[in-house]
């Protein structure tokens, strides 16, 4: 049987390959370097690498997006989340599971990212896929330890 941890690497694994068929069906570069990125934690990079580790959570925030948008447009099962964001039940089941597992990946920041606003790229307030993000909201982020760490780099 599953321990916890190992059923949240599984959810993480699966929204990386998520992020992954999107890139590839838009036509997205996705390297495996941004995969290796995405399935590791902060402390496995190096200074030199944070900028690009943040290109390649910036790219995943929107890949995410654009999955999200278009599961549901195919009318996969829907769950609302929270006022202004419904997501497709079987995304929320893997991020949920990786969120209260507390998964150090960089996938975990790119999806809370992608879900509270992108503070990497000046975003403020959650994302709302009917009218994109609430202009002058303060950024809902919660950085946890990943990524508390990158804005301190970024000299946040």
Do not use: C
């Not at 934690?41 to 690009?52: G, K, N, R």
């Not at 990497?120 to 909201?137: H, I, M, T, V, Y």
Request: avoid cysteine; aromatic fraction near 10%.
């Amino acid at each position: 049987m599953d321990t916890f941890r190992q059923r949240a690497e599984k959810s993480g694994e699966w929204l990386i390959q998520q992020v992954k068929a999107e890139a590839m069906a838009t036509g997205f570069p996705f390297e495996e370097w941004d995969e290796w990125v995405l399935r590791n934690t902060f402390e496995d990079f190096s200074e030199e690498d944070v900028p690009h580790v943040v290109m390649t959570l910036n790219d995943s925030v929107h890949l995410i997006r654009s999955a999200i948008t278009k599961a549901k447009k195919n009318g996969a099962a829907t769950i609302k989340v929270r006022p202004g964001l419904v997501l497709p039940t079987i995304w929320q089941g893997h991020y949920e599971l990786v969120y209260t597992s507390e998964l150090p990946w960089m996938i975990s920041v790119a999806m809370q990212n992608a879900f509270f606003g992108n503070p990497l790229e000046d975003e403020e307030g959650p994302w709302n896929p009917d009218r994109g993000l609430s202009a002058g909201a303060k950024s809902a982020i919660k950085w946890g330890t990943v990524g508390a760490v990158i804005a301190s780099l970024l000299g946040g």
